[in-house]
């Protein structure tokens, strides 16, 4: 695998590019949640990118469903070690037929899956509050892309 570090550093409007493209194409995340004892859980989950939001699908029973119905926000990673994308999201979980049609649409088409109907799942909408994107140290400056929700590239 080829190195990026001499690359020079990406834009921030590059860099919300990639991020957009990653969002986009991606399927598969990391989320680390947490319970109201602070024991924190990280799994990954697939994923469709709709109206600003993360959706995406877990067992009601678990962890993760537990943790954000006790009022877990989440951290969400992307990518990998040399090109990076960790967003804060605010989460909520959203009963099958709390979906828009058109996110639940959205969702099976990218993830090849149809959990609506079945009441063993829940959705999950995660709403970025903070998203930081970089490649190598090079990009740490300037790696804040949304602050608050709002993009700043």
Known sequence: MATTEHRPPRTGEQRRADVLTRLEEDVDAWVATAS???EQYMVPLSFVFHDGGLVMCTRRTSRTARNIRAGSGATI????TR???LIEAK???LA???LAPRAGDAFA???GWDPRGDEE???LRFL???LRAWREENELKGSVLMRDGVWRA
């Open 36 to 38: 109201p004892e602070g």
């Open 128 to 130: 970025p509050r903070t």
């Open 109 to 111: 088409a990218k993830v």
């Open 77 to 80: 990673a992307l990518g990998h």
């Open 96 to 98: 099958p037929d709390g």
């Open 83 to 85: 090109d990076v994308v």
């Open 121 to 123: 799942y829940v959705f």
């Open 91 to 93: 989460a909520e979980q």
